[in-house]
């Protein structure tokens, strides 16, 4: 029996004609060198008319990729309304990734067209020579550098257009927008996202049950729009009438710590290597106020207990632990205390990964693709799926992610009876030591907690003994010290005795990933070529 109800396509065109009518006058604020520029939804949305007007004349067909280089900030979000609603595909390209990814992933893309910042362009014109597909450079705000060649300005562009572009009613499966894996190991995949499957997670993240952003809220949005749609708050800021502080190039903790006392977000979302650095910063400004903050989002790694802790008890903030992944849209899982759950629990629950939310299912399951218990105890392959999680990657196979249908995610952790994911590494980390696993999720979190250490991050280094044993390397705070000995000492009260790392090392800072967070690959290349200053203990 068919049901009586209309058949109308999930269509981000809704998603902005909904915001620009019901919350016209909501801000988008972004931050420049010169101060804020404020824009309204309504203006943003006919800019963003005017945008698809323009690209049509240049040529956009529809499925055309339309790539962007760009910082968070207003004419990114017009970028993100135009293009696909117009049923071309955003390409957001990732500006740290290394000149050769970038123009792979250009290439790979098959990008014709590509709007960028002025900041941007010594960048870009790194690769210019390299990515052939490329027939248009839009440039964003003055320049006269003349390194790409010929461009076309962004504001002479869309002057010359009228407001009012129709937007096409698309089939909702068709692609919107991609985004490349940040590629830790061997070339970034592609993952396209379609109209229906970003509306169905734009829904879901007006959820109460998972971030709930709604019309109460402005977002300081610190997750760069090239990772995963800025964990998609962009669209589902004009679902939802949520407004959005976008900071550009302003990401260290001193202009986070301002923009939050000036601008007053009720919600920020980024990954903890930023939080960290904001609760560094904090510390160090008299006039922090945090007051406006309702929560913080903290996702894309693990959220070390210390951090919330620290937000709780300094500033009494709550941090909201995110999972998800490129390939999640992402957000798959939310970790929010259980109504009724004793205070003194709280943290228990935050510092895990998250429950899913509705509309993502969870499994977890062994090397042979065995469901396994969800008893918190026992350990496997996270596996997902749902109408947000990707069934393949664009124009390359990897089968090995996929199992009848659900994304193996190559995370590694416990699922409990609750439902909360617990991540104790990604497969390619873990540190198998006389055949049992050691956490170095856990032991970081835990050494993170050591007051003279801002950063850790522990590495599996091979072990004649035991085959591998984990390595510790250390960022201490600045003016603070620490021996080895002292700092196995605090994890001897805090872990199983058999984890403790014998090698330690002290380096000035952990490397990063183009979206910032610890690379583990680089640490494990510094050790193999005998660049780490390593202090071995007796065990
Ligand atoms: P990306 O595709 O760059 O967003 O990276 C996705 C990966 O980030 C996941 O597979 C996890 O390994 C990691 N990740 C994301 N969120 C969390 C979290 N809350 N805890 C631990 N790891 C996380």
Not at 182 to 208: D, E
Not at 446 to 472: G, N, S, Y
């Amino acid at each position: 029996m068919q049901s009586t109800m209309q058949d109308a396509p999930l269509l981000i065109s809704d998603i902005i004609r909904h915001g620009e009518w019901l919350y016209a006058d909501k801000k988008i604020m972004t931050v420049t060198p010169d101060g804020v520029e404020y824009a309204t939804f309504y203006e943003v949305s006919k800019r963003a008319e005017r945008l698809a007007a323009a690209l049509e004349a240049l040529g956009v067909k529809r499925g055309d990729r339309v790539a962007t280089f760009m910082w968070n900030n207003q004419t990114h979000l017009e970028a993100y309304i135009a293009v696909p609603c117009m049923g071309a595909v955003l390409h957001t390209l990732n500006i740290r990734l290394f000149p050769e990814q970038l123009a792979y992933i250009i290439r790979h893309a098959e990008d014709k067209f590509i709007i960028v910042d002025n900041s941007l362009v010594p960048l870009l014109a790194k690769v210019r020579d390299q990515i052939p597909s490329v027939k248009t450079i839009i440039v964003h705000g003055p320049d006269e550098t003349g390194l790409l060649g010929d461009t076309i300005d962004y504001e002479t562009l869309i002057e010359d257009q009228e407001p009012g572009y129709e937007w096409p009613v698309l089939d909702e499966r068709s692609a919107a927008i991609m985004c490349y894996t940040s590629g830790t190991t061997g070339n970034p995949k592609g993952v396209v996202y379609s109209h229906r499957s970003t509306w169905l997670h734009s829904m879901a993240s007006t959820s109460a049950n998972s971030i709930g952003l709604c019309e109460k809220d402005r977002c300081l949005l610190i997750v760069p729009m090239f990772h995963v749609n800025a964990w998609g708050a962009a669209y589902t800021a004009f679902l939802a009438g949520t407004e959005l502080i976008m900071p550009q190039m302003f990401l260290q903790g001193e202009p986070i710590v301002k923009m939050i006392r000036e601008l007053r977000p009720t919600i920020s979302l980024g990954v903890p290597t930023i939080w960290n650095d904001v609760l560094r910063a904090a510390q160090l400004d008299d006039e922090v106020d945090f007051s406006s903050l309702r929560a913080l989002l903290a996702g894309g790694a693990a959220v070390p207990r210390v951090m919330i802790e620290a937000f709780r008890d300094k500033y009494g903030l709550d941090m909201i632990q995110g999972w998800g992944m490129t390939e999640t849209s992402p957000l798959a899982a939310v970790s929010l205390p259980p109504a009724g759950s004793a205070p003194e629990r709280d943290i228990e629950y935050r510092v895990k990964a998250g429950r899913v939310v509705a509309g993502v299912e969870v499994r977890i399951t062994d090397e042979d693709g065995t469901v396994l218990e969800r008893d918190g105890v026992t350990v496997g392959e996270f596996e997902i799926r749902g109408p947000w999680i990707t069934g393949s990657y664009f124009g390359v196979e990897d089968d090995e992610k996929f199992r009848d249908g659900w994304l193996r995610t190559g995370d590694i952790g416990t699922l409990d009876q609750e439902g909360f994911m617990v991540i104790s590494d990604r497969t390619k980390d873990v540190i198998k030591s006389g055949g049992e696993w050691i956490s170095s999720v856990e032991l970081e979190s835990t050494m993170m907690a050591h007051p003279a250490v801002f950063e850790a991050a522990v590495i599996a280094v091979p072990d004649e003994k035991w085959q591998e044993r984990p390595l510790c390397c250390v960022v201490l705070r600045p003016g603070e010290s620490a021996t080895p000995e002292e700092l196995r000492a605090f994890l001897a009260a805090r872990v199983a005795k058999w984890w403790l790392p014998e090698r330690w090392t002290f380096i000035d800072a952990v490397p990063k990933t183009s979206v910032g967070k610890f690379d583990k690959k680089v640490l494990r290349a510094q050790y193999h070529e005998g660049e780490l200053d390593v202090i071995e203990l007796r065990p």
